[in-house]
């Protein structure tokens, strides 16, 4: 059964960093893409990141220069490195995974069949 576990989230102040970590398991074919979501209280879920089996990445404009989106192959640990925190940035983020080699659009959460419980993210200040 695949599961996506989430953790590193937490607590921090404004222009300091955060690396979130989504364990895979069930999962290792080598057509996959994956990304990061997050989602406000009352709000819909949007598309942060995303990584295709080529290992081309995308961005959503707010976050570009700032987040960083990786795959570890050998753990089967997706990374997403989160620096210069806004408060804006504030959010439940959650993994997402799919069984395709890439994706027409990689931040659309329809894309993916798989996803993670989430890891909540605080930014104050």
């Known amino acids: 059964q695949v599961q996506l576990v989430e953790s590193g989230g937490g607590s921090v102040q404004a222009g300091d960093s955060l690396k979130l970590s989504c364990k895979v398991s069930g999962f290792t074919f080598p057509e996959r893409s994956m990304g990061w979501f997050r989602q406000r209280p009352e709000s819909k879920r949007e598309g942060v990141a995303g990584i295709d089996s080529d290992g081309r990445t995308t961005y959503m404009n707010s976050v570009q220069g700032r987040f960083v989106i990786s795959l570890d192959d050998t753990e089967n640990i997706l990374y997403l490195e989160m620096n210069k925190l806004k408060p804006e940035d504030t959010a439940m983020y959650y993994c997402?995974?799919?069984?395709?080699?890439?994706?027409?659009?990689?931040?659309?959460?329809?894309?993916?069949?798989?996803w993670g419980q989430g890891t909540q993210v605080t930014v104050s200040e």
């Open positions: 997402a995974a799919v069984r395709a080699s890439m994706l027409m659009d990689p931040l659309r959460q329809t894309m993916y069949h798989y």
